[in-house]
């Protein structure tokens, strides 16, 4: 079986993506770095409700912090950009380039991300952050793959109602207009 590290941002958006992976083969890592997600309150269920998926489908779960402050400081002048706007995409180069520094201490080649499922984001802002944070690390691969596509955005719904899970309204930024 391949691996692959999945920057994970939650489990509506994750949970369809594992279980493809599984079915063709890819034992995926989930990585879970979201320090964009505000409030506390809120980056804690996400990351338990991800953790609760990964368990029941015996997947490797990966906690890597919450550096709030970190972000805030990376995204410094951009917070009145409009979604999909260069706040967007300096917050993914930032959590694929966590990615895919794991990716490299692990020695997997290979890091995707579930961001590209959600209909609120810009696909070519999530590739070009992707091929950008595999640029530093020349071992490593992006994937790029619209998980929106080949059934998987309805899967999606029944693994949400199926499992339960807490399905937020908003990307997770306290300048995303929610």
């Given at each position: 079986?391949?691996?692959?590290?999945?920057?994970?941002?939650?489990?509506?958006?994750?949970?369809?993506?594992?279980?493809w992976l599984l079915d063709?083969?890819?034992?995926?890592?989930?990585?879970?770095?979201?320090?964009?997600?505000?409030?506390?309150?809120?980056?804690?269920?996400?990351?338990?409700?991800?953790?609760?998926?990964?368990?029941?489908?015996?997947?490797?779960?990966?906690?890597?912090?919450?550096?709030?402050?970190?972000?805030?400081?990376?995204?410094?002048?951009?917070?009145?950009?409009?979604?999909?706007?260069?706040?967007?995409?300096?917050?993914?180069?930032?959590?694929?380039?966590?990615?895919?520094?794991?990716?490299?201490?692990?020695?997997?080649?290979?890091?995707?991300?579930?961001?590209?499922?959600?209909?609120?984001?810009?696909?070519?802002?999530?590739?070009?952050?992707?091929?950008?944070?595999?640029?530093?690390?020349?071992?490593?691969?992006?994937?790029?793959?619209?998980?929106?596509?080949?059934?998987?955005?309805?899967?999606?719904?029944?693994?949400?109602q199926e499992n339960g899970?807490?399905?937020?309204?908003?990307?997770?930024?306290?300048?995303?207009?929610?």
């Amino acid at each position: 079986m391949e691996s692959l590290i999945l920057h994970c941002c939650c489990a509506p958006c994750s949970a369809a993506i594992i279980e493809w992976l599984l079915d063709n083969h890819i034992s995926p890592v989930l990585f879970f770095f979201n320090p964009n997600i505000y409030p506390l309150e809120e980056y804690e269920i996400r990351k338990n409700e991800l953790k609760r998926y990964a368990e029941k489908l015996n997947v490797e779960f990966v906690d890597a912090d919450y550096d709030h402050t970190n972000w805030l400081e990376k995204v410094k002048g951009l917070e009145q950009q409009p979604e999909r706007g260069s706040r967007c995409l300096e917050c993914f180069k930032m959590r694929l380039a966590a990615t895919a520094r794991f990716a490299s201490e692990r020695g997997i080649t290979r890091i995707a991300t579930t961001l590209a499922s959600s209909r609120w984001k810009n696909l070519e802002q999530i590739a070009i952050a992707g091929q950008w944070a595999v640029s530093l690390f020349p071992e490593l691969t992006f994937w790029e793959k619209n998980w929106r596509k080949g059934g998987l955005s309805e899967r999606r719904l029944a693994l949400l109602q199926e499992n339960g899970f807490y399905n937020q309204k908003y990307c997770g930024c306290e300048f995303s207009h929610h």
